[in-house]
């Protein structure tokens, strides 16, 4: 029903940045149903972790160790979010998922829809 498909990723030196785009696409009803969306990484034998959100509204949320490297952005018309990383460090160093939720309810569920990317690579060298 959506599908988000991230871009972006590759690989950089320590102190380079990047920027990582995903664009959901979808049936209308449900992409202007989308609430927020946001980055979550999954290093290698880590648990996957929350980097950043956005609401519809614009208010923005980041885990204390991006916060003031990385910025994230979104445009509503283009059902984009992006995520700009600057002075990017070797634990930065994940797999980065794109992520949505809906305020609208699967009834099978009983719970909110949510989406998710299949990934982009970041690799950050010392």
């Known amino acids: 029903q959506v599908q988000l498909v991230e871009s972006g990723g590759g690989w950089v030196q320590a102190g380079g940045s990047l920027r990582l785009s995903c664009t959901a696409s979808?049936?209308?009803?449900?992409?202007?149903?989308?609430?927020?969306m946001g980055w979550y990484r999954q290093a290698p034998g880590k648990q996957r972790e929350l980097v950043a959100i956005?609401?519809?509204?614009?208010?923005?949320n980041y885990t204390n160790s991006v916060k003031g490297r990385f910025t994230i952005s979104r445009d509503n018309a283009k059902h984009t979010v992006y995520l700009q990383m600057n002075s990017l460090k070797p634990e930065d160093t994940a797999l980065y998922y794109c992520?949505?939720?809906?305020?609208?309810?699967?009834?099978?569920?009983?719970?909110?829809?949510?989406?998710w990317g299949q990934g982009t690579q970041v690799t950050v060298s010392s």
């Open positions: 992520y949505g939720d809906s305020f609208q309810i699967n009834r099978a569920t009983m719970t909110a829809y949510d989406y």
């Open positions: 979808g049936s209308d009803f449900r992409l202007d149903a989308i609430d927020t």
């Open positions: 956005i609401t519809s509204g614009g208010s923005t």
